[in-house]
C-alpha cells in the first residue's frame, strides 16, 4: 500500500504539535506501508520526502495563496498513491485535490478546527475566511477523519454536522518515551539564568491566545514568589501579540523576579532538563485539541497543571498525574473565559497547592511518567491509522 502523507511542517522545520505528530507517525508508519511526505519548505535529504517551496505572488499576495500554490503541486505529485493522508488545512487541500482527480482516498487528520481559532483572523487576515474555506470542503469530503482526541472528535460532529459520524475515527498523539524521559543536567538551566535551587513553574508554547500565555501571566501575580516563572515562547502569531505580551511579562518583573523568558524553538536536550527541573509544568490553553507538550513533560516525571478543556482531560487525569483547572469559556468559538480574573486565580491557586507539597507534586509526575510509557506510544498510533487506510480501501 501506498501512502502519501501531506504535510507543511516535517522535519528539521517543525514549529508546533503537528509536526510533531507527523514526524513521529511517519517513523512509525515506515514499517506499515510504502510511505511517500510531501511537505513545505527547502529540500529534504531523505529519498521519500519531497518538499514544496510556496509560490511567489506579485504584489501583496494573501499568503493563505501561497499555501495553496504548494497544495497544487504537492496534488499533482500524489498519482499512483492508494490513500492520500493530509494533515492541518495547510494541506488538506492537496488531499482534497488528489481524491478529486485520481480518486485517491482521502483520510484527513484534524489537529485542530479553524472555525475555533477565531483569534487567527488577526494573524491572515482575509486568508482565515480562505482557511477555512478549505478546511470545510476537505473534511467534509473526506473518505474518513481522525481526531487527535475524543473531544476533537466531538468538535467536528459540532462544527461539521455534515460528516457522518461513522466517518470519524480517534487516534490519540502519542510520546517516545526513548527520547522523551527525564534528563537532570542542569547546562540549560545555567545557559538561560534559571536557579536550580528555587521552584521553578515552566511554560512551553507558541504566544498566540489559543496556548492562554496572557492568562497565565496575569495569575503568576498570585504566585508563591520562591518559585521561578520560565516562560519558553515560540513565535508570536503577530505583532500585536507579541507586544501585549512583552508588556505583561514586563509588568510581572517588576513586582516580582525569576522571570524568564525564552525565545525560539528549543533543542530537545534543552526542552528535557527544563521539563525534568520544573517544579509545575502549566499548559493553560483555551483551546487544545489533545496536547502534545503535556504529555512530554509527563514522560519527564513532572506534574501539571492545565485547562480542563478539549482534549487536555484524555491526557491529564485529574488528581492522578496533574490538576486540571475548570473554566466557563465564551461559545462563540475563541474560548474567551466568561471570567477572566476568576480563571487566572484559579490557576495560580492549583500551582500554589503543588509548590506547596512537593511530594504530592512527585507523586503525580512519576504517575504521569508510568501512563504516558503506558497509554501513549507511537506505534499504537499508526497502527491505528493503517487500520483506517485499510478501512478507506475496502470500502472502495
Not at 485547562?307 to 466557563?328: A, C, F, R, Y
Request: proline letters at 6%.
Amino acid at each position: 500500500m501506498r501512502v502519501d502523507l501531506l504535510t507543511k511542517e516535517f522535519p528539521p522545520e517543525i514549529y508546533g504539535g503537528a509536526g510533531v505528530h507527523v514526524a513521529e507517525l511517519a517513523r512509525e508508519m515506515r514499517a506499515l506501508v510504502d510511505l511517500r511526505v510531501r511537505c513545505f519548505g527547502t529540500p529534504r535529504e531523505a529519498p521519500d520526502v519531497t518538499a514544496y517551496a510556496e509560490p511567489e505572488l506579485p504584489g501583496d499576495g494573501n499568503p493563505a495563496l501561497r499555501t495553496l500554490g504548494a497544495n497544487v503541486e504537492m496534488a499533482a505529485a500524489c498519482a499512483g498513491a492508494d490513500v492520500v493522508h493530509s494533515h492541518t488545512w495547510y494541506a488538506n487541500a492537496a488531499g482534497r485535490l488528489a481524491q478529486v482527480l485520481y480518486g485517491t482516498p482521502h483520510v484527513a487528520t484534524t489537529h485542530s478546527l479553524e472555525p475555533l481559532r477565531p483569534w487567527k483572523a488577526e494573524q491572515l487576515g482575509g486568508g482565515y475566511a480562505l482557511s477555512s474555506l478549505v478546511e470545510r470542503s476537505a473534511l467534509e469530503s473526506a473518505d474518513a477523519l481522525i481526531a487527535v482526541s475524543h473531544g476533537m472528535r466531538q468538535d467536528i460532529l459540532r462544527v461539521y454536522p455534515e460528516v457522518d459520524p461513522e466517518r470519524v475515527h480517534v487516534v490519540h498523539n502519542g510520546i517516545d518515551t526513548s527520547v522523551y524521559r527525564p534528563d537532570h543536567g542542569t547546562a540549560a538551566l545555567e545557559r538561560h539564568g534559571v536557579d536550580p535551587d528555587r521552584p521553578v513553574v515552566l511554560f512551553v508554547g507558541r504566544v498566540t491566545r489559543q496556548k492562554g500565555l496572557a492568562h497565565l501571566l496575569r495569575a503568576a501575580f498570585e504566585l508563591d514568589p520562591r518559585a521561578q516563572l520560565v516562560l519558553c515562547c515560540g513565535q508570536p502569531d503577530t505583532a500585536e501579540i507579541g507586544a501585549e505580551t512583552a508588556q505583561l511579562v514586563e509588568e510581572l518583573r517588576r513586582v516580582r523576579d525569576g522571570v524568564v523568558r525564552i525565545d525560539g524553538m528549543l533543542d530537545r536536550t534543552s526542552l528535557l532538563q527544563l521539563l525534568t527541573h520544573a517544579s509545575v509544568f502549566v499548559c493553560p490553553s483555551l483551546y487544545e485539541p489533545m496536547g502534545i507538550v503535556n504529555l512530554e513533560a509527563m514522560a519527564c516525571g513532572t506534574a501539571v497543571v492545565a485547562t480542563e478543556t478539549g482534549g487536555i482531560p484524555e491526557v491529564v487525569s485529574d488528581g492522578e498525574t496533574g490538576l486540571l483547572v475548570p473554566v466557563e469559556q465564551e461559545q462563540d468559538g475563541s474560548g474567551t473565559p466568561l471570567a477572566p480574573q476568576r480563571f487566572a486565580s484559579d490557576l495560580a491557586t492549583a500551582v500554589n497547592r503543588l509548590l506547596a507539597d512537593p511530594d504530592h507534586a512527585d507523586r503525580l509526575g512519576a504517575a504521569g511518567l508510568a501512563r504516558a510509557q503506558k497509554e501513549f506510544g507511537w506505534d499504537v498510533a499508526a497502527q491505528r491509522a493503517h487500520a483506517v487506510y485499510r478501512s478507506v480501501l475496502g470500502r472502495r
